[in-house]
Protein backbone atom coordinates (compact mmCIF):
# COMPACT_ATOMS: atom_id res chain seq x y z
CA UNK A 1 0.00 0.00 0.00
CA UNK A 2 1.54 3.28 -1.12
CA UNK A 3 0.65 6.67 -1.23
CA UNK A 4 2.74 8.55 -4.42
CA UNK A 5 2.66 12.77 -4.74
CA UNK A 6 3.67 14.35 -7.75
CA UNK A 7 2.73 17.46 -9.33
CA UNK A 8 5.13 20.16 -7.58
CA UNK A 9 7.03 22.42 -9.05
CA UNK A 10 8.16 26.36 -9.77
CA UNK A 11 5.49 28.81 -10.50
CA UNK A 12 5.11 32.65 -10.49
CA UNK A 13 2.62 33.97 -7.68
CA UNK A 14 -0.84 34.10 -9.48
CA UNK A 15 -0.44 30.92 -11.49
CA UNK A 16 -2.47 27.22 -11.33
CA UNK A 17 -0.88 23.95 -10.17
CA UNK A 18 -2.19 20.71 -9.50
CA UNK A 19 -0.78 17.79 -7.21
CA UNK A 20 -1.66 14.22 -7.37
CA UNK A 21 -1.90 11.57 -5.33
CA UNK A 22 -2.37 8.31 -6.62
CA UNK A 23 -2.61 5.16 -4.19
CA UNK A 24 -1.71 2.10 -5.07
CA UNK A 25 -2.40 -1.42 -3.21
CA UNK A 26 -6.63 -0.03 -2.12
CA UNK A 27 -8.57 2.67 -1.83
CA UNK A 28 -9.13 4.63 1.30
CA UNK A 29 -12.17 6.23 3.22
CA UNK A 30 -10.52 9.87 4.03
CA UNK A 31 -7.37 11.18 1.82
CA UNK A 32 -5.65 14.47 2.64
CA UNK A 33 -3.80 16.63 1.78
CA UNK A 34 -0.79 18.59 4.16
CA UNK A 35 2.06 21.23 3.82
CA UNK A 36 4.98 22.20 5.62
CA UNK A 37 7.22 24.85 5.35
CA UNK A 38 10.49 25.23 7.49
CA UNK A 39 9.99 25.95 11.34
CA UNK A 40 6.38 25.70 10.84
CA UNK A 41 4.22 22.84 11.85
CA UNK A 42 2.46 20.47 9.19
CA UNK A 43 -0.79 22.39 8.07
CA UNK A 44 -3.76 21.11 6.99
CA UNK A 45 -4.67 22.10 3.44
CA UNK A 46 -7.82 19.68 2.32
CA UNK A 47 -9.84 16.86 3.25
CA UNK A 48 -11.59 14.27 0.82
CA UNK A 49 -14.34 11.65 1.39
CA UNK A 50 -14.12 9.04 -1.43
CA UNK A 51 -17.32 7.24 -0.24
CA UNK A 52 -19.52 10.75 -1.08
CA UNK A 53 -16.83 13.38 -2.72
CA UNK A 54 -17.66 15.51 0.30
CA UNK A 55 -14.89 17.88 0.46
CA UNK A 56 -13.12 20.08 3.87
CA UNK A 57 -10.81 22.76 3.76
CA UNK A 58 -9.20 24.85 5.96
CA UNK A 59 -10.21 28.13 6.36
CA UNK A 60 -7.43 29.99 4.69
CA UNK A 61 -7.67 27.81 1.34
CA UNK A 62 -10.61 30.66 0.99
CA UNK A 63 -11.82 29.19 -2.13
CA UNK A 64 -8.55 28.89 -4.32
CA UNK A 65 -8.02 24.97 -3.75
CA UNK A 66 -10.31 22.62 -4.99
CA UNK A 67 -9.98 18.50 -4.06
CA UNK A 68 -10.76 16.00 -6.68
CA UNK A 69 -10.93 12.48 -7.04
CA UNK A 70 -10.75 10.26 -10.41
CA UNK A 71 -11.97 6.47 -9.92
CA UNK A 72 -10.66 4.70 -12.26
CA UNK A 73 -7.01 5.94 -11.52
CA UNK A 74 -7.59 5.74 -7.91
CA UNK A 75 -6.24 9.08 -7.42
CA UNK A 76 -6.89 12.52 -5.76
CA UNK A 77 -5.86 15.95 -7.29
CA UNK A 78 -5.41 19.24 -5.35
CA UNK A 79 -6.21 22.55 -7.95
CA UNK A 80 -4.12 25.14 -6.42
CA UNK A 81 -4.88 28.50 -8.15
CA UNK A 82 -3.93 31.95 -7.40
CA UNK A 83 -1.04 31.09 -5.54
CA UNK A 84 1.17 33.51 -3.45
CA UNK A 85 4.46 33.13 -2.50
CA UNK A 86 2.81 32.06 1.26
CA UNK A 87 1.68 28.81 -0.45
CA UNK A 88 5.28 27.58 -1.27
CA UNK A 89 5.72 24.39 1.06
CA UNK A 90 6.47 20.79 0.97
CA UNK A 91 2.55 19.55 0.07
CA UNK A 92 1.57 16.06 1.33
CA UNK A 93 -0.68 13.20 0.87
CA UNK A 94 -2.44 11.63 3.26
CA UNK A 95 -4.96 8.74 3.93
CA UNK A 96 -6.63 6.78 6.31
CA UNK A 97 -8.47 3.19 5.29
CA UNK A 98 -11.76 4.01 7.25
CA UNK A 99 -13.55 7.50 6.86
CA UNK A 100 -12.63 9.89 9.29
CA UNK A 101 -15.44 11.53 10.80
CA UNK A 102 -15.58 15.66 9.96
CA UNK A 103 -14.35 16.99 13.23
CA UNK A 104 -11.24 14.95 12.96
CA UNK A 105 -10.53 15.71 9.51
CA UNK A 106 -7.71 18.17 9.63
CA UNK A 107 -5.67 16.58 12.35
CA UNK A 108 -2.63 14.71 11.14
CA UNK A 109 -2.85 12.18 13.74
CA UNK A 110 -5.72 10.67 12.19
CA UNK A 111 -3.98 9.47 9.29
CA UNK A 112 -1.94 6.29 8.37
CA UNK A 113 -0.29 6.74 5.35
CA UNK A 114 1.04 9.26 3.79
CA UNK A 115 2.81 10.25 0.93
CA UNK A 116 6.50 11.19 0.40
CA UNK A 117 5.85 15.20 -0.55
CA UNK A 118 6.33 17.06 -3.45
CA UNK A 119 7.73 20.84 -3.18
CA UNK A 120 5.85 23.96 -4.60
CA UNK A 121 7.79 27.11 -4.85
CA UNK A 122 5.88 30.47 -5.75
CA UNK A 123 8.23 33.07 -6.78
CA UNK A 124 6.74 36.56 -6.13
Known amino acids: VQLQASGGGLVQAGDSLRLSCAAS??????YAWFRRTPGKEREFVAA????????DYADWVKGRFTVSRDRAKNTVYLQMNSLISEDTAVYYC????????????????????WGQGTQVTVSS
Open 48 to 55: FTWSDGRQ
Open 94 to 113: AARVNRIIPAYRSRDAYYDY
Open 25 to 30: GRTFGT
